[in-house]
Nanobody
């Protein structure tokens, strides 16, 4: 079973930056790069929304319109870790951030941000943007 653990959240001032990480572990039948990884976030009283996703080989990345140009997703398959670099943060980015894995198998260059496709989820890390 693939397990995911997020880290890197915290309190940051508007305009600041944070780098989130999502580390995979556990005994999965599929290699790590068979999984596309996505980031989602959920603010209090709001629905969960997709932020970004990255394909298994790291060649393809997609972003929500609200974060495009400010956030960058990347992955290190040797370390089984995905990163989300978040710059120019605003209070609207305040939320709990979750990473999730979507098994694509042999298709390593695609990802999809629809949350129902993701079978493995981390517990989340809190990001608070406030002065």
């Amino acid at each position: 079973q693939l397990q995911l653990e997020e880290a890197g959240g915290g309190l940051v001032q508007p305009g600041g930056s944070l780098r989130l990480s999502c580390a995979a572990s556990g005994d999965s039948k599929s290699p790590y790069d068979a999984y596309a990884i996505a980031w989602f976030r959920q603010a209090p009283g709001k629905e969960r929304e997709a932020v970004s996703c990255i394909s298994g080989n790291g060649d393809t990345a997609n972003y929500a319109h609200s974060v495009r140009g400010r956030f960058t997703i990347s992955r290190d398959n040797a370390k089984k870790t995905v990163f989300l670099q978040m710059n120019s943060l605003t209070p609207d980015d305040t939320a709990k951030y979750y990473c999730a894995a979507d098994l694509w198998g042999t298709i390593r260059d695609m990802c999809d941000m629809r949350d129902h496709l993701h079978d493995h989820w981390g517990l989340g890390t809190q990001v608070t943007v406030s002065s």
